[in-house]
């Protein structure tokens, strides 16, 4: 069974930083194989994509909202993919969700991340 847990999220100031991580378990073919992404949805909007890196690791792509902010990384020994986030803004705030596709798609339950003074 996939599962997809993400871990990180918490309160943080405008200007701070977060470290999101996911871990991943339960995949048929190996994790290098998935390409993963963070995904975020804000109270009343929808869920958008903020980053995604591809299976190698040698391609990432960022929302623009976020580029210069925020890094997408995967560490493929462990399974995981990793979102830093830094100058944080109070539009960030979201829940924050990571997602692993290679032909179907899998979601995690999502970690919360608020912005505030």
């Known amino acids: 069974q996939v599962q997809l847990v993400e871990s990180g999220g918490g309160l943080v100031q405008p200007g701070g930083s977060l470290r999101l991580s996911c871990a991943a378990s339960?995949?048929?073919?190996?994790?290098?194989?998935?390409?993963m992404s963070w995904y975020r949805q804000a109270p009343g909007k929808e869920r958008e994509l903020v980053a995604a890196?591809?299976?190698?690791?040698?391609?990432?792509n960022y929302a623009d909202s976020v580029k210069g902010r925020f890094t997408i990384s995967r560490d493929n020994a462990k399974n995981t993919v990793y979102l830093q986030m830094n100058s944080l803004k109070p539009e960030d705030t979201a829940v924050y969700f990571c997602?692993?596709?290679?032909?179907?798609?899998?979601w995690g339950q999502g970690t919360q991340v608020t912005v505030s003074s």
């Open positions: 997602m692993a596709t290679r032909i179907s798609t899998y």
């Open positions: 339960g995949f048929t073919f190996s994790f290098s194989r998935y390409v």
């Open positions: 890196i591809s299976s190698v690791g040698g391609t990432t």
